[in-house]
């Protein structure tokens, strides 16, 4: 949504002026009009409930135990209930247990999945998609119009993974998604290399930012938050935190240098960003599992039974 609103804005004031306009002024009122979406994130955030982990862990179980009760009634909530107890027994764990016995495998999981997340070229194109537009030969205009489009499919497309995660499950839509990144990256650099430009560019980028916001985007976040032991939650959280955010920034300051570099250009530098989209989709054929349908104490569990990628569909002996 802020992403949408941002762009949407930019467009708006890229209008009310000639180039000259926006040079010395415009891109002022574009950064200022950022504390929009902000300011409307900050607004919904006090309608989103404590984490009943949180409450429970701090002796507020009826608050708790109301936010289960909302999400899958009387039944799942005791039960819930009683796992979390069971788990906050655990003595806090170092950043140094991270790297050892059970904990090591879903920090590593997670570390490469949030990385994979980035190096794909998602943030090339956040940022810099009205030069990506320009370079392929469309005005100024027409650049701010298309980037309205990426920031509209970005939004639609991460609704229609809300939608689906619970019903199609992680890796499907991770499996989906990935595979559509890398063709319609290959793409993208295909048509750079033939000078091609307009709409069809248009719709391949399209196509690469509805795969991401229904798989990479917000499933890696998810996946990362599922998979952590209670006891190790919050410092591994921190480290995956800290691998996504350096990797867009490396992200951020080397696509221009790919971008303009004449013996590179945005044709090799798209085709980069597909092949790791397909690295990406063979780690997760070979690695992700399954995580939809367990609890965070199950999946904590299963850790320690080393399981394949789809083990956790068939390991019906956690629920005991």
Request: proline share 5%; net charge negative; charged share 15%.
């Amino acid at each position: 949504m802020g992403v949408f609103l941002t762009l949407l804005i930019n467009k708006v004031i890229q209008g009310l002026g000639d180039d000259a306009w926006n040079a010395a002024m415009g891109w002022r009122w574009m950064l200022g009009m950022e504390a929009i979406p902000a300011v409307l994130f900050i607004a919904l955030l006090f309608a989103v409930p404590e984490s009943p982990r949180w409450l429970a862990q701090k002796g507020r179980e009826n608050e708790a135990r109301r936010v289960l009760e909302s999400v899958g009634g009387a039944d799942f909530a005791a039960h819930e209930l009683a796992a979390i107890r069971e788990a906050a027994g655990e003595e806090e764990g170092r950043f140094s247990e991270l790297l050892s016995g059970p904990f090591f495998r879903p920090l590593m999981l997670a570390v490469a999945l949030l990385a994979f997340s980035q190096f794909c070229g998602i943030n090339a194109i956040t940022y810099y998609s009205t030069k990506i537009f320009e370079t392929a030969g469309g005005g100024k205009s027409a650049a701010f119009t298309s980037s309205v489009w990426v920031g509209f499919i970005n939004l639609l497309f991460t609704l229609v993974a809300i939608a689906l995660v619970d019903k199609a499950g992680r890796r499907p839509l991770l499996i989906i998604g990935t595979a559509v990144q890398t063709i319609s990256l290959g793409l993208v650099g295909w048509m750079f290399h033939t000078g091609q430009g307009g709409v069809p560019l248009l719709l391949c980028v399209i196509g690469f930012i509805a795969a991401f916001a229904m798989s990479m985007g917000p499933i890696g976040w998810l996946f990362c938050s599922e998979i952590f032991p209670n006891k190790v939650r919050g410092r591994a959280m921190s480290v995956a935190g800290f691998t996504i955010w350096v990797s867009c920034y490396i992200v951020a300051q080397t696509f221009p240098m790919l971008n303009d570099n004449p013996a590179i250009g945005p044709a090799r530098t798209f085709w980069v960003y597909a092949a790791i989209s397909l690295f990406s989709l063979m780690f997760v054929l070979a690695f992700i599992p399954e995580t939809k349908g367990h609890t965070l104490e199950q999946i904590e569990k299963s850790w320690r039974r080393s399981p394949t990628p789809s083990d956790l569909d068939v390991a019906d002996d956690l629920e005991e």
